[in-house]
């Protein structure tokens, strides 16, 4: 009876060990930086670190952010000029058909001079999948 114990002891130990080395060691590390479902990095725990992408991604969107609260005209399907290597660009939600039209994309992004943009809604917030 006693080495039957000992014996399903061990085995709660292995099987606690297992699942610890599983978690910490194969599962990642719990303080990064994770996209949400709109493409924005976001803090993951506590990391100790900012990479640099994620300080450029952030200084776009507030300069996207900047862009748009600066802008006085209608707003409709256009871009709103260029933050480091993002186009800003005004889309409808949902999108329609007038946002895939060439003339409302930004020409440097068209042009390849950045390749990559940010879409905001007509209030100034970033739309789902807004990085891209």
Known sequence: MRQRVIFIITII??????????????????????????????????PAETPAYVL??????DCAVEKFSSFTGLLNS??????????????????TSEDNLV??????YREGKVSQFIELDKYGGCCKNCLV
């Open 13 to 46: 130990i292995c099987v606690l060990a297992i699942l610890f080395f599983v978690r910490f060691f194969v599962g990642g590390d719990e303080d990064s930086w994770i996209k949400d479902s709109r493409g924005v990095w976001i803090k993951h725990g506590a």
């Open 56 to 61: 450029e991604q952030q200084q776009a969107v």
């Open 78 to 95: 256009q871009c709103l000029g260029t933050c480091g290597n993002y186009a800003v660009d005004i889309v409808h939600v949902p999108r």
């Open 103 to 108: 003339e409302n994309q930004c020409s440097d």
